[in-house]
């Protein structure tokens, strides 16, 4: 069964340290996106790529990294400069940018 | 940069009435508009979208319309149930990416 998978469903951060949200797709999709969602809110835009070993910051990168070394791989970094990353992250995936985006069923990441 | 507004922000109808949720956008260039519904705690998943070569799509209750003219396009959906409560989310296609609206919760009383 084809489709995307985030692992862990929930996370927490001590102080000053990074954590790594994993993002993987069978889709064979070329594009894949990392979404914050915080309370009550929309989707903000971390980072996405449309090819491997390609990405591009979105609306509110600071604070995170990513790599996309293989096309089913999209890990998300939350680094130490990441001063609020308590919300709700969403991947996604697309054939392309203009093509419905699959969303896995998203990391809870909270602050110990 | 493309930027999309959804209004409203929350929806109250009974069960059985209509429901419409609108946007705007604001690059003349988009030419893809997905609709998502968002369960609580849940993933969103798409319901039905519409390119920029038709004005209106039909799936069953769901309806999506575009007017590229004033750059606006509405969600509709018939004759609602209890489980259409969710958060609704429109998106615009800019340069290499999606962006969504604000979202709009809608609340289906019985």
């Known amino acids: 069964d084809g489709g995307i998978t985030q692992s862990p469903k929930y996370l927490f951060r001590k102080e000053g340290q990074n954590v790594t949200l994993s993002c993987e797709q069978n889709l064979n999709h070329d594009a894949m996106y990392w979404y914050r969602q915080d309370p009550g809110q929309g989707l903000r835009l971390i980072y996405y790529?449309?090819?491997?070993?390609?990405?591009q910051k979105g609306d509110i990168a600071e604070g995170y990294s990513v790599s996309r070394e293989k096309k089913e791989s999209f890990p998300l970094t939350v680094t130490s400069a990441q001063k609020n990353p308590t919300a709700f992250y969403l991947c996604?995936?697309?054939?392309?940018?203009?093509?419905?985006?699959?969303f896995g069923d998203g990391t809870r990441l909270s602050i110990l | 940069g493309e930027n999309v507004e959804q209004h409203p922000s929350t929806l109250s109808v009974q069960e059985g009435d209509s429901a419409v949720i609108k946007c705007t956008y604001s690059d003349s260039a988009s030419n893809y508009f997905p609709w998502y519904k968002q369960e609580l705690g849940k993933r969103p998943q798409l319901i039905i979208d519409?390119?920029?070569?038709?004005g209106e799509k039909k799936d069953q209750r769901i309806a999506v319309t575009l007017n590229k003219t004033a750059k606006h396009f509405s969600l509709h959906i018939t004759e609602t149930q209890p489980e259409d409560s969710a958060v609704y989310f429109c998106a615009a296609v800019g340069f290499q990416k999606l962006v969504f609206g604000t979202g709009t919760r809608l609340l289906v009383s019985p």
């Open positions: 790529s449309q090819i491997v070993n390609d990405f």
């Open positions: 996604a995936s697309a054939k392309e940018a203009k093509q419905p985006q699959h």
């Open positions: 519409i390119r920029s070569n038709v």
